[in-house]
């Protein structure tokens, strides 16, 4: 049988198989003829009559096999089934059975379907479907959302994606009792709208209805959406200038690593690699065009529009764009082409062990600038290869970010990393870290740190405690990513109940708690703290100086400068304590000194030997004053620390002694100085032996070398212990 045969007698087939499928028909065959009319297959007898163009093909508008003899029971009960809430299609409706595109003619057209006004919702649900299978084989193109807008009041939103990757997407008024009606009505209203032919060609306009309302849930960015929108009239100014001078300004387009829908944007505008301009924006943009906007307005406020005007006509040649790289950069490469010599001394080290990721960590940590760090963002080449860049942002809070960009030439996102902090090492990096160093210690000078710590903090301290006891100056810290601040306060009444608080306060502009410190109290003496203590809010004398001027004048010496503070706030009872400390008090000419006891050599010569005069009181040379006397104070007398005594033991002395007497039996069982216990010795012993080590508890047994002595001998029933201090023996006389 030849092929003509088999696509003209296809549909017969076909036919007679839809026919006998409700009579005897399996399960497993019902199955198949469902998968077959539903996958999207067009019979080749079908395709060859009719000369369609594979490009042009209206899916939707052809026929297929229909259903001539109706619906098994079984499905139908199925279908029913299917249909709920949700708003889920039956298997059925899917698949061409019953309401199905299959069943409708074969010659209606777009247009037709768009003017349809009796186009049910299963029908319209049905028609994409079909659509979608035919075209590519699964109906994932088409994502209905049901929304409940209000109670019991559903909103139906389809979204579809067509085949070039665009998408669009409908939605319904909140007027419907449930979700399969607002899932129906989504479908109908994309096929007004042109839905069908988007789907095949991706052309959003084809037949667009304007009573219809159109939702884009999906912001489509394409190249030509791009070029028909006006530029920002920032961009323009930069570009406008560029032009003037001839230079190519370098816009550089990122993303966020995490969230890749969040963009950002780098400018970057200079003659030469090494004298260049960078400016850059984190990635929190959604669009491309807000964050190339933003950027230029960055780079105007920081005048880059003078820069570009003051660079020389001779640089032109330089800054013309050369082709895209297409060949990876290694690393050794790119470190090679830097300028030497290399600001950090590596030696021969090459690129690879260089660690510069560690580098750029280890300069950022040593300034110890609050809140200060490095982050990195990808950029690709528009050539095939994937070669990736990286740009580089020396970020802190409300400050111009420091940019550094390495062009996407590298293989790897590794070295990409490593090249860009090669090259902000490279261009000064840790002098750019050294400026501001040096604006945060503009803030507070060194001068100024050491006068606070020595001189203006234990004054205020001084002065408050003079108020009222226990009274200090308080300090309060805030924190903030861009530092630390302090507020001083301090207590100018001299009555706990009724406090008088002044505050000063330094903003959140410091390094440190410590540096916010010092800070608040320079703060606090330039505001006239000193002043507020001793006229409290009455004006001080025109002719009088303040505290911070007499801390300050550079023409006055230390002496003249502590003259000034005595005699002005009253801080001679301090100073003077001090100096009384180290002098002494001043001696009686009628008293001499304890030490001083003997006559002198003049005195033996001139034969006249004074008696001193014990009738007052001594000087301790080197003891404060004692505002209130009582009884003279009395030294106790240091004793040398003489030979230990020889202990007193109540008990007979060893064998070994001269003064050992044998005791008569029985005698220390009725010894006073021993308590009698059951452990002392048996009644049938007649030697009892109180003190025997088998017979004493543990705690009695104290040891010591120094009273031990050898056994010497021993007599007749006669035992003898000497190991323990109190050496006892069975037989001996009481040391009285």
Known sequence: MNNDMVYEN?????????????????????????????????????????????????????????????????VEESEEEADGVDGQLSVGQRVGCGNSPSSLPTSATTPDLASNKTLTHTSALDILHQTCIRLTGTSAALSFEIVEDKPQKFIGILTIQSLNGTKRTYKTKPEFANGSEAKGEAARIAIEMGALDFIRTGNPETHKKKNAELVARAKIETEKLEASKPADPAIQQIE??????????????????????????????????????????????????DARAYCARIAIDDGVLDYIKCLQPQTNELSSSSETPTIPLSLQ????????PFPINVGDKPASELQPINMVNSVLQHSKIPQLKAVYYWTTADVRGGLVGCVMRIERPNALAKTYIADPRFAKRADAKSAVCLLAISQG???????LQAAYEKKLPPEHRLLAESKIIPMLTSRSQKRRFANKPWFEYVASEEGHGCTLTLDLSSDST??????????????????????????????????????????????????????TDPDLDEQERNRLFESQFDLEDQRGKKRKLKKGPEKDPGTECAVNVGPSDSEEEQGEIKEPNVSKRPVHVGQPHNQFPSRPRRQAKRQRPGPMPAPQYPYPPPISSPNYHPPLPGQYSRSSALPPKQHYSSPSDPYPHPHSRHHR????????????????????????????????????????
């Not at 969040?262 to 669009?287: E, I, K, M, Q, W």
Request: aromatic share 12%.
């Open 333 to 340: 490469e790119h470190f090679d082409a830097l300028p030497k």
């Open 697 to 736: 508890p543990l705690s009695q047994h104290i040891y010591d070398d120094r009273y031990t002595a050898p056994f010497s001998g021993s007599q007749e029933g006669h035992y003898h212990h000497t190991s323990s201090r109190d050496e006892y023996s069975s037989f001996g006389q009481p040391q009285h």
């Open 498 to 551: 009724q406090p008088d608080h002044r505050t000063f306060t330094v903003e959140k502009e410091y390094r440190t708690k410590a540096d916010a410190r010092l800070a608040a109290a320079i703060a606090a003496v330039k505001a006239g703290a000193m002043e507020l203590f001793q006229f409290g809010d009455t004006r001080p004398p025109e002719d009088r100086r303040s505290c911070w001027q007499i801390l």
């Open 10 to 74: 296809h549909d017969f087939h076909f036919s007679n198989w839809n026919r006998q499928l409700n009579d005897f028909a399996r399960p497993f065959e019902r199955v198949c003829f469902k998968l077959s009319s539903g996958c999207g297959a067009i019979p080749l007898g079908i395709f060859l009559r009719h000369e369609y163009d594979d490009l042009d093909l209206d899916y939707h508008n052809i026929g297929g096999p229909t259903n001539v003899e109706g619906r098994n029971a079984d």
């Open 429 to 435: 990096l840790e002098d750019y870290t050294k400026e």
């Open 240 to 289: 406008d200038c560029c032009k003037e001078v001839d230079i190519k300004s370098d816009w550089i387009n990122y993303r966020h690593w995490k969230n890749t829908s969040d963009h950002g944007c780098a400018l970057r505008v200079g003659p030469t690699p090494n004298h260049r301009r960078v400016y850059s924006t984190d990635a929190s943009f959604p669009r491309k065009e």
